[in-house]
């Protein structure tokens, strides 16, 4: 038992009072005459036994009267040590899709808002955050109408990012007791515990559970073939239950234009193809109907109208092959010799190579300056009689690269950069018993580029990056048989694509992502994203032939959106949602220590609201008195 005044305690002293009264209390008797001394024998010995006690009696429940009111005073209570100290909640709530699972009928999500809105009192004060909100020292009344509204976000916290984020909000002192509340279904890719022993922080875990665990998914979308006139793409979807087969819908826009069955193999996967006309473009929307998640049972892509690749060869030399590999259907292939080349189209392309030019006149140089800072891209094949002088003028500025001997020993090219965006997804895997080709002559350069393809003694024989490419020995056959050779249509083919990076048929929400748009905008002029009533700015770089929009995770929210120039549609471009959360699997709490795990919030409010029960008990004493009280009227009247 403890006290809320222990200091009145003292005045227990007052106990001695009764016992003082009733050691000293002084009576007068009464003479009264007898006939018979017998019955005044018997009547003194009865009196003298009564008065004794009733003298006991009352200095007992006087005693206890005083004890009483004195007890009732000093405020006694029974509670758990940590009910008096001072307690400090914060409150983590999941609003990922993953919560778009059911459970007695309602999602995961309403039924962990429900609860919390029924358990904690509406005056209590507390800091709530989720993927994407927070509320601050807050009642519970005061955001009960933004908890109902809360939809779902894209992009989950993992643990270790929670009980950071979660800590920052507690204040620093450390007489205060510290709760966290995390309420989520606990996801396997949230990660490992990152929970502490030495924090001073008491976690607990709420497992918001699903009544069942099967989810159907549209997981991604590839062109599988393609011909003259129509594009073949597949559709990949997975399964993580029992699930044999699903129809799957195609959508142009609103109007269905397909529809088929996904029948799902031993591992839970399913391919469907669906034939488009190549010609038309496309808003394309696939449709599954499942009781599982609601956010992938869409997926969206879009073709487009194909903008054709402008490529500028400048040069005497021949360039067949060049024509051959940038072929009309792609790309605008222009090749011209230095003395007929009309400056004022440089602006205007996305790549230009120069084919083993002698030299560069100064001119040219200075437009190629320009066009490179305005985000072209420049591919230098250099000449037998290569004069380092003009070359190392304009390299100068890309790199810091520089030409400094012709080497006429010959080498084979040897070493190939997989991961540079050059050769990505060119090759299923390295390749090791490859024909490598052989160059005779060759030069000698310094370059702080990287070197994508290089020569046995790891010198390059290309080197380049952010679009600026040089070889460092001419490609005519009577030099090198690369021409010949199966890197020839990949390297020139990727440097094209990449010089005006065209729609892919969808993108991944959350990725950093950078698109083309070949349009010169006017002065005062941007691009923007448009869905519906939805408009959206992203970040854009003007240049002289093209706008650069890169998109990063300031775009939400999934679907087709128009690339609008003022009201004029210049493009479409899809985003879909990523798909890490459509496996319904979940982890083990048991493996976090330190903490505690409750499936219900109403259960874990209950177990903290009794761990911080105080009973008090000054009423009790108080009608203890009373009784005392009562009890001493009553021997007052039964011994008179």
Known sequence: MQFKYPELLWALLLLLIPILVHLFQLRRFKRTPFTNVKFLKKAVSQSRRSNTLKKWLLLLTRMALVAALVLAFAQPFFAERSALKQKELVIYI????SMQAKADGNTLLDNAIQGLIRSPSNDDTFSLFTNEWVF???????IQNDLLGLGYVPNPLNLNEIALKGKSYFEPANDIEKHLIIISDFQ????????DATDQIKYHLVQQIPDQKENVSIDSLYISDETSENIEISTVLSSNGKTESTPVSLFNAEKLIAKTAAIFDADGKAVVKFTLPLSEPIDGRLEILDDGLVYDNQFYFNLN???????LVIGDAKSDFLERIFTEDEFEYVSTAPKNLNYASIPSQNIIVLNELVNIPNPMMAGLKSFTENGGNLVVIPSQETDFASYNLLLANYFGTVFQEKVSSGQMITDIAFSHPLYQNVFERKVVNFQFPKV???????????TLLAFQDKTPFLAGVDGIFLFTAPLDEDNTNFKNSPLIVPTFYKMGLNSLKMPQLYTLLGRAEKLDIPVKLAKDHILKLKKGAYEFIPQQQSLANKVTLTFDESLDEDGIYGIMENDSLL???SFNYGRKESKLDYLNLEQFKNTTKDISIDALFETMEKDSRVN??????IILALLFLLVEMILQKIFK
């Open 94 to 97: 999941d609003d990922s899709f």
């Open 136 to 142: 601050e020292d807050v009642a519970l009344a005061d």
């Open 616 to 621: 008090e008990l000054w009423k009790w004493f």
């Open 440 to 450: 005779g002559e060759y030069f000698r350069i310094k370059t702080n580029a990287p």
């Open 571 to 573: 493009k479409k471009v």
């Open 188 to 195: 396997g890719n949230m990660g490992s515990t990152p929970f």
């Open 305 to 311: 109208k194909r903008e054709k690749i402008k490529i």
